[in-house]
């Protein structure tokens, strides 16, 4: 097995999800993640292979009420285009475990998980607008981990921060916030083809284009080969 390695500041971008994806997020006696139920409890036995090695889509059925879900890797989400250059890796090493979360755009924008020392950094020596903030728990998606950031431009040139929540409950348990350049051509935006979230409509009609699904219930049940298609005309009807 590949080793274990955690790195806060790293030009390799897997690395920096890795790390992220296994930050220590904290526990709090009255989430919900009881002893060891907090997504970084959950990833903290993983290696960076045995995320390379996850499906970048998982869809699973539901026998009891004929439905089908969606789960995208977060991973592999934030490891296909995003970046790590010299202006980011800066960034991230100043906003490395900050003492203050509480930095601001423009007096009123609360830029999440970002220090004062590393934002007064970036913004006295390069040109920021921040577009917009978000929260994927706000709204539809697939994603296996609530993501929390905002879209930002630094010089004309689109980049993106970002926290993966780690946590039990919704409201905490997220990492510092770490910089991503976007790559070239996205205009923003994270994955070139991996969508954050498909509606039901839209994955009945790309069924012909699964090959395999696990049991909604027991992840250790996998519909295949003619299962899968009986299990595909039932969807249909």
Not at 74 to 81: A, G, P
Request: net charge negative.
């Amino acid at each position: 097995m590949a080793t274990k390695t955690q790195t806060q500041t790293t030009s390799n971008v897997k690395d920096l999800i890795f790390s992220m994806l296994t930050e220590n997020t904290g526990t709090h006696m009255c989430d919900s993640g009881g002893d060891n139920g907090r997504m970084w409890q959950r990833n903290a036995h993983k290696c960076v292979a045995d995320f390379e090695a996850e499906p970048q889509e998982l869809y699973q059925y539901d026998p009891k009420y004929n439905e089908i879900y969606r789960t995208v890797s977060v991973f592999h989400y934030l490891t296909n285009n995003l970046e790590v250059d010299s202006l980011a890796f800066e960034f991230n090493e100043r906003n490395t475990k900050p003492k203050d979360w509480d930095a601001e755009y423009n007096g009123d924008v609360s830029i999440y998980g970002v220090g004062w020392s590393a934002w007064d950094y970036l913004t006295e020596f390069y040109e920021v607008e921040v577009s917009r903030s978000w929260n994927t728990y706000n709204g539809e998606s697939d994603l296996s981990q609530i993501l929390q950031g905002a879209n930002l431009t630094i010089n004309e040139e689109h980049y993106i921060l970002v926290q993966i929540h780690g946590g039990a409950d919704a409201r905490g348990g997220y990492t510092d916030a770490k910089l991503f350049k976007c790559g070239d051509y996205m205009d923003g935006m994270i994955h070139e083809y991996l969508r954050e979230y498909t509606d039901s409509c839209e994955i009945l009609e790309e069924l012909e284009y699964i090959d395999s699904m696990t049991d909604y219930w027991d992840e250790s049940i996998v519909y295949e080969g003619k299962e899968l298609e009986s299990i595909k005309i039932k969807l249909n009807n």
